[in-house]
């Protein structure tokens, strides 16, 4: 994946790399959102009041918007190909992550001299199945625990391996159909079951996202006017989920159903609009290009943000913080950003000894056979 300059021309919008800077804001926004969500009373669930829906649309559209981004580098592939690409480029990070998630655990547990599959347990099958659990759901009776933000990673990871199949049929007419049908299934497995292997509601969602960001990056829908019925419509279909939906995109639940679901997808092409507007001027600076660089490390940046959601105890902070609750936000925001550097630059350099010593290995045996 090539990293694009700022400001690269309206051609660039079809380059994966150009949405580096979107994605990192994006990540910013995750964590300091789950550092806020330390504070916040969730006694009243989303969209029980007027207009209290608007936080979860947004969110939602964020994660679609993240999704429709991984459209824009789609192409069709052999089945075979697809998927070592995607293994490498999101399940080796998933299991690179659960793995560390469970021997963490696994220590914590030797270090306190508790029970590990008293304490952890639930985590085994959740991470080896990719359950989606958040909030709490069981597998045959057995309480699970949650895949954290990683659901993301194997959502996309099925949304890729399902468009590719459905790209890969000779009905071209058809595709958009099918795609769409992707997304209204993935929403009514939801209705059966809140757990699901491999976060398998998301990743049939997801397909119709990529077929989705596919489309707008063939047809120009970032820089092309839209009519006023247009802009009406979307700012309509956003506007009822805001006013009356909630939209939970990690549990999986949609108070308005498909409405709701039109609602985050319509509010993530907003925000893809309004990235393309602001890149059309130019924007310079190290901190843009500190932002771009999670961009295009994003993938290991969710990964690295799963681990330190789920290992550290960060609730402590909301114990500490009671009294002043914007302050502990920023010190949990600040911990959370230090801990992710560091883990990140570990993984640099773990990888750049690795492509040595390989590239090491290579050459040897090139020196060998000559």
Known sequence: MEQQTRNPGPEAGTAIGYFNLA??????????????????DFAEPAGAGLFSGAGSVLGGGMMEAFFMISGFGFFTRSFRKCRAIQCRLLLRPYAVTA???????????VIKGRSFFGHSGALVPTYLLGLNAEGGGELLGIPV???????FVLALFGGWMFYNGICR????????WLAAGCVALGWALTLVSRVWPFCLPMALMAAGY??????VRKRGLLERELTPGQWLALAAVVGISAAFGGVNMVTCTWKL??????????????????????????????????VEELGFSSVWIVCLHA????????????????????????????????VMYLLYRCILLTRKRWRRRTMGEKIKRRREKG
């Open 23 to 40: 994605r990192g804001l994006g990540m910013l926004f995750i964590v300091l959102g789950h550092s806020v969500n330390l504070f916040l």
């Open 99 to 109: 793995a560390a998630i469970l021997a963490t655990r696994l220590l914590l547990a």
């Open 145 to 151: 625990e949650s895949v954290s933000i990683l659901w």
């Open 169 to 176: 049929l000779p009905w071209k007419r058809l595709r958009p």
């Open 210 to 215: 990529l077929a989705a960001g596919e489309a």
């Open 257 to 290: 159903g498909l409405a709701d679901v039109a609602g985050s997808f319509a509010a993530g092409f907003l925000l893809l609009r309004l990235y393309a507007w602001f890149m059309h001027r130019e924007r310079g600076g190290r901190l843009l290009a500190a």
């Open 307 to 338: 681990y330190e959601k789920v290992i550290f105890p960060w609730y402590r902070l909301a114990e500490w913080f009671a009294g002043n609750p914007a302050a502990g936000t920023a010190v949990c925001f600040a911990c959370r950003c230090g």
